[in-house]
């Protein structure tokens, strides 16, 4: 049972590590911000609450968030562990895990300038059939439209929070409300650090060397 979280401002690199760990040791990774994504695009009623706060580059409110959590590690993939990614973002997040008896063994949390944010977050690209993260420079898709990892055909977008206003705005909320958990979770001695300039690949070694 292994229980991991990524912690890290947007465009850290969090989507982009936390799956293939989740390939590696054989459990979910859950994505806050895939879920919400997927619920907005069903337009359930917690995606219809959720939408504006993610069009405007906010956070969720917290109640929504931690309610949707407790939902998904119900199911029967996450008895075995699961990766955090983008979940907690906020004490309270935080706290109610603990509440819940949720202990994490590892917060892995990724350091990467603002300059870097928007370097990555401005070329990004995402299938939303199967979640490959593309960069137009680094890593560009092989053909314009389709996705390398899973073959789906139209489905590499441009996430509508990656202009440079919605990145600004989602790294003010990271500082403020997301950035508190480095201490929060140092004072528990579950936190490991990973420098997160580089490639992709060199980024995973150094994941790897510190669990
Ligand atoms: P992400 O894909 O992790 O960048 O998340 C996209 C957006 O979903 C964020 O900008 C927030 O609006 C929302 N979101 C994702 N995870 C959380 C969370 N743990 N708490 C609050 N809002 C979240």
Redesign the pocket.
């Known amino acids: 049972m292994k229980r991991l979280m990524m912690l890290g401002p947007?465009g850290a690199g969090?989507?982009t590590q936390a799956q293939q760990l989740a390939v590696e040791l054989n459990i979910p990774q859950i994505?806050?911000?895939?879920l919400?994504?997927a619920a907005k695009k069903n337009q359930t009623d917690l995606g219809k609450k959720?939408a504006p706060?993610?069009d405007n580059?906010?956070?969720?409110?917290?109640d929504l968030?931690i309610g949707m959590v407790v939902e998904r590690l119900k199911e029967e993939d996450a008895e075995q562990g699961y990766i955090f990614?983008?979940?907690?973002?906020?004490l309270k997040?935080a706290e109610s895990l603990e509440e819940m008896g949720v202990s994490l063994d590892n917060v892995i949390s990724i350091i990467v300038s603002d300059e870097e944010v928007h370097r990555r977050l401005e070329a990004r690209r995402t299938c939303s059939e199967c979640k490959a993260i593309y960069h137009l420079i680094f890593s560009p898709p092989k053909s314009e439209n389709t996705c390398d990892k899973c073959g789906a055909e139209g489905s590499i977008y441009q996430?509508a929070?990656d202009t440079p206003e919605k990145i600004e705005e989602?790294l003010r909320?990271y500082k403020a409300q997301t950035e508190p958990l480095i201490a929060f979770y140092q004072e528990k001695g579950r936190l490991i650090q990973i420098d997160g300039e580089g490639a992709p690949e060199e980024v995973k070694k150094r994941i790897q060397k510190a669990l």
């Open positions: 947007p969090k989507g994505s806050t911000g895939d919400l994504r959720a706060h993610m580059g906010k956070l969720v409110p917290d968030v990614d983008g979940f907690p973002r906020t997040q996430r929070d989602r909320a």
